[in-house]
């Protein structure tokens, strides 16, 4: 079916083998950046596996170097009090949300979405519609989002209900299935907008995200150049 009803079929929004108009790769960029994004906070925080220590680190860890009343400091020869530590690439102590008897304390995607996996891939499903000129072929990549929205408005239906999973009302009330909108009507921080922005700020994993959107930026500098549109040229040739 959708190798021969959808994919590469008119109407077409562009000439084939014409290069991809600007305004469809800013948008390409925009949904899968953020798509992508999305994702890549779900996975462990990224860090750089290398470290510069100094002096004053080694004092404030010297605790952890006493054995039975002796101090052991195996670096205590190091010119200069510094050194390079390797550490794990990936730092799997981030905070993450917290229900507590004062409420629920959100932390990283949780601001967003309640369900940052079914949001972060329609959004990447919607940006690759943008890079192809067939309209079928782009509101077929596009029906994840549709998903996303209804499936996730499901799922909390379910877990209201206590069916599948639990959704309390202290959570409910202060998150939200479409992205951002928690933070933008005000449910959070006490419906300080700009409080609620500057903690999401602080918790988003910083090399995750560039490395998300270095992944977008490649990919769609790669794509709509027009060589790669030949095939789709015959395919519509041979359909007239």
């Known amino acids: 079916g959708y190798q021969y009803k959808v994919k590469d079929q008119g109407p077409m929004l562009w000439k084939p083998n014409a290069p991809l108009p600007i305004p469809a790769k800013i948008a390409a960029f925009a949904f899968m950046g953020l798509g992508l994004g999305m994702m890549s906070q779900t996975a462990p925080k990224l860090q750089i596996p290398f470290q510069y220590t100094g002096s004053s680190d080694e004092i404030h860890n010297e605790g952890s170097n006493q054995i039975q009343g002796q101090t052991v400091n195996p670096q205590a020869d190091n010119s200069g009090g510094t050194k390079w530590k390797v550490r794990c690439p990936f730092d799997f102590t981030d905070s993450k949300s917290q229900s507590s008897e004062g409420g629920v304390e959100l932390s990283g995607m949780d601001r967003v979405t309640r369900h940052p996996g079914l949001w972060g891939f329609g959004l990447i499903g919607l940006g690759s519609s943008f890079l192809t000129c067939s ?4 509101i077929w990549l596009s029906m994840p989002l549709m998903v996303a929205l209804i499936g996730g408005e499901h799922t909390d239906s379910r877990h209201r209900r206590g069916m599948g999973g639990n959704l309390t009302k202290e959570l409910d009330d202060i998150s939200s299935n479409i992205p951002f909108f928690a933070i933008i009507s005000g449910k959070q921080e006490g419906g300080n907008v700009f409080k609620s922005i500057s903690k999401l700020a602080e918790e988003i994993k910083g090399l995750n995200g560039m ?30």
């Open 211 to 240: 490395l998300a959107l270095g992944v977008t930026a490649s990919f769609v500098a790669s794509r709509g150049k027009g060589a790669g549109s030949r095939a789709m040229v015959r395919n519509i040739g041979a359909g007239r």
């Open 135 to 138: 309209l079928p072929t782009r």
